[in-house]
Nanobody, 123 residues
């Protein structure tokens, strides 16, 4: 089992920045790859970014490429999502996720999920 807890959401004006963190715990955590997804009201959950835990390679949705950065956090077993140049369309609940498999933008392959943190970008 892997437990994931997100933090760092909030309200920000368009053009601003936020940093999300995800703290992970559980057995053999180092074998899991990590990702971020988001879900806006009335929409399906969508992929945002992912990182291969062993190699550090990253993968982004086109909508956030160049604005968001996923990385392994300074604290052990944490992953962060630095979000810059935020837009109102980035407003959503952001979820941290973990998978023992290959990185994918498909929701179904991610086995573990956090409870989510709200990000609201005002225009």
């Amino acid at each position: 089992q892997v437990q994931l807890v997100e933090s760092g959401g909030g309200l920000v004006q368009a053009g601003g920045s936020l940093r999300l963190s995800c703290a992970a715990s559980g057995r053999t955590f180092s074998l899991y790859n990590m990702g971020w997804f988001r879900q806006a009201p009335g929409k399906e959950r969508e992929f945002v970014a992912a990182i291969n835990w062993s190699s550090g390679s990253t993968f982004y949705a086109d909508s956030v490429k160049g604005r968001f950065t996923i990385s392994r956090g300074n604290a052990k077993n944490t992953v962060t999502l630095q979000m810059n140049s935020l837009k109102p369309e980035d407003t959503a609940v952001y979820y941290c996720a973990a998978t023992p498999g290959e990185l994918s933008d498909y929701v179904g392959v991610w086995d573990y999920w956090g409870q989510g943190t709200q990000v609201t970008v005002s225009s």
